[in-house]
């Protein structure tokens, strides 16, 4: 039984940083491409960062420089490390698993994951 379940949102003034966690169980994540996708009020579920199995990471371009996607593998568990949070940045954040490696055109794609936790909130005033 797959299952992701995020946590570490939380309200942080602009400026400051939070790391969200995202615990895997069910199958290894280290072998499949996992992602980070965030959805704000009224918009469109867009995809944050992304790391594949080899750990090769790509980020999203609001979000390069101030984010960190990255995993550890003991733990079976996701992390994204935002710093320098502004407003904009507020938004239910969730992780998502595709379980084969990420695929260059679609990975910050929401259809492109098979798998996805219930997310954890993020707001920044």
């Known amino acids: 039984h797959v299952q992701l379940v995020e946590s570490g949102g939380g309200s942080v003034p602009a400026g400051g940083s939070l790391t969200l966690s995202c615990a895997v169980s069910g199958f290894t994540s280290s072998t499949y491409c996992m992602g980070w996708f965030r959805q704000a009020p009224g918009k469109e579920r867009e995809g944050v960062a992304a790391i594949d199995s080899d750990g090769r990471t790509m980020h999203t371009d609001s979000v390069k420089g101030r984010f960190i996607i990255s995993r550890d593998n003991a733990k079976n568990t996701l992390y994204l490390q935002m710093n320098k949070l502004y407003p904009e940045d507020t938004a239910m954040y969730y992780c998502?698993?595709?379980?084969?490696?990420?695929?260059?055109?679609?990975?910050?794609?929401?259809?492109?994951?098979?798998?996805w936790g219930q997310g954890t909130q993020v707001t920044v005033s």
């Open positions: 998502a698993a595709h379980v084969f490696p990420c695929p260059e055109i679609t990975v910050m794609k929401e259809g492109t994951y098979r798998y």
